[in-house]
């Protein structure tokens, strides 16, 4: 119902399930390698036959190769991006303003990664992260690396120069993931660095960063500066600013999409984007979820009645848009109401899924177990306020 007012489809990656690739010390399986493909294309396939007018942006996730976390060698390299360029881009009847430019095919063949100009005013950035990923073996050309980064700081500076507004598209998102019982960093601390950079020299010119990864759905930014700001870019940690350190300049407005395969005990989902001033920052959200351990034997009955609504940034969070200071200054109120914390989470998986029992999609530690003991709303946010008084340096590690 709502294809005519869709412009863009975008594919944060993760098509295929987890522990279905190899780790790196395998050797290359012909059967394994056209499974995965497969798989991708029957995603793909789908998709465009449902939305044969409207473009598709893919980028490459950890799982979709056949060793996990790892960009082909040299030996595979003009394979596998062939293969990915005919699924992802020839394919795709919309994508014919990307397929018919020469360099966005020397650039996927090179290192998986394209650009769009969709709009006179509007470009979307799409390259694969994990040739910065720390579980990289680095066994590709190690110079890679370094020529990626390279080209996506041209990107943006054209960008700039032409006065386009931009999207990111990459999978695993830069910056520290902090969730309980310790920290994860994804991308290599010189990569991490340079591409911050970017993000705080640019943010004039980026319109929103869309990542996925995580298997659940969230948004971050950070201040332009603060004391340390560096030490403190982690994904949750807001209580490390002062309310006096608050900056009127926030970049990266990074936005964690829900995914495709039902990992880590998550309910498969997709988000909706609306701009009401293309292309400036996205005005509002919507998430929907799909029921998936609700379907079990029902091969009979209707699968749309499974999808379920989860909440709007603007009507339920009331948050006026996605911009940086927005997402910014949402996530720190999260910080001094417990409540309201919960609520978010529970918004989240769905109140149909609380309410059904279904305690094991709440995919954070934390509040999961604190879901697992309370009966009910309140005793879940009484257990949630204990335990952010044994922990005041964790209050948003809970989702």
């Known amino acids: ?35 995965i493909m497969d798989t991708i294309k029957m995603f793909t396939s789908a998709i465009a036959q449902e939305f044969p007018n409207i473009p598709i942006i893919f980028t490459e996730g950890n799982d979709d190769y056949l060793y996990d976390y ?16 005919e699924v992802w881009i020839t394919n795709v009847p919309a994508n014919n303003i990307i397929a018919n430019n020469d360099k966005n095919r020397e650039s996927f063949l090179n290192f998986g ?55 990111l598209l990459y999978h695993a998102p830069h910056g520290t993931y902090v969730q309980p019982p310790g920290e994860e960093t994804f991308w290599e601390p010189e990569y991490d660095s340079k591409f911050k950079g970017y993000l705080k020299e640019y943010r004039s010119t980026i319109s929103a960063i869309f990542c996925g990864h995580t298997h659940g759905s969230f948004y971050q ?22 309310d006096d350190e608050l900056e009127t300049e926030y970049y990266s407005n990074v936005i964690i999409n829900r995914a495709v395969s039902p990992i880590f005990v998550n309910n498969p989902g997709f988000s909706l984007y609306y701009y009401k001033d293309t292309p400036n920052y996205p005005s509002s959200a919507e998430e929907y979820t799909f029921l998936l351990s609700e379907t079990y034997n029902t091969e009979n009955e209707d ?28 996530r720190r109120s999260l910080i001094y109401d417990p409540e309201k914390l919960i609520q978010y989470i529970l918004l989240q998986e769905g109140e149909k899924v609380f309410k059904l029992g279904s305690k094991e999609n709440i995919s ?21 306020t204990k335990e952010l008084e044994r922990h005041p340096s964790q209050h948003l590690t809970f989702y």
């Not at 294809?3 to 399930?17: A, E, M, N, R, S």
């Not at 790892?70 to 360029?85: D, F, I, S």
């Not at 190690?142 to 999207?167: F, G, V, Y």
């Not at 930014?221 to 002062?242: C, G, I, M, Q, R």
């Open 303 to 330: 699968p749309d009645r499974f999808w379920v609504y989860l909440f709007s940034t603007e009507k339920d969070l009331k948050m006026p848009d996605l911009s940086p200071k927005s997402i910014y200054e949402f």
């Open 70 to 85: 790892q960009v082909p060698t040299e030996a595979y390299k003009a394979r596998h991006y062939g293969n990915l360029y």
């Open 364 to 384: 954070s530690r934390v509040s999961k177990a604190c879901l697992r003991q309370s009966a009910s709303i309140d005793e879940t946010v009484s257990c949630v």
């Open 113 to 167: 990664s394209y650009s769009a100009d969709l709009k006179d005013n509007f470009r979307v950035i799409s390259f694969n992260c994990l040739y910065f990923n720390k579980r990289n073996k680095k066994s590709n050309d190690p110079a890679t690396p370094d020529k990626l980064m390279k080209w996506i700081e041209d990107q943006l500076i054209s960008a700039k120069r032409d006065n386009k507004k931009a999207i």
């Open 221 to 242: 930014s950070f201040p332009v500066s603060s004391p340390n700001s560096e030490a403190k870019d982690k994904f949750y940690d807001l209580t490390a600013y002062a």
């Open 1 to 35: 119902n709502l294809q005519k007012d869709i412009g863009l489809i975008l594919v944060p990656g993760d098509l295929v399930t987890h522990f279905f690739c190899y780790e790196e010390d395998h050797p290359f399986n012909e059967e394994l390698y056209k499974s």
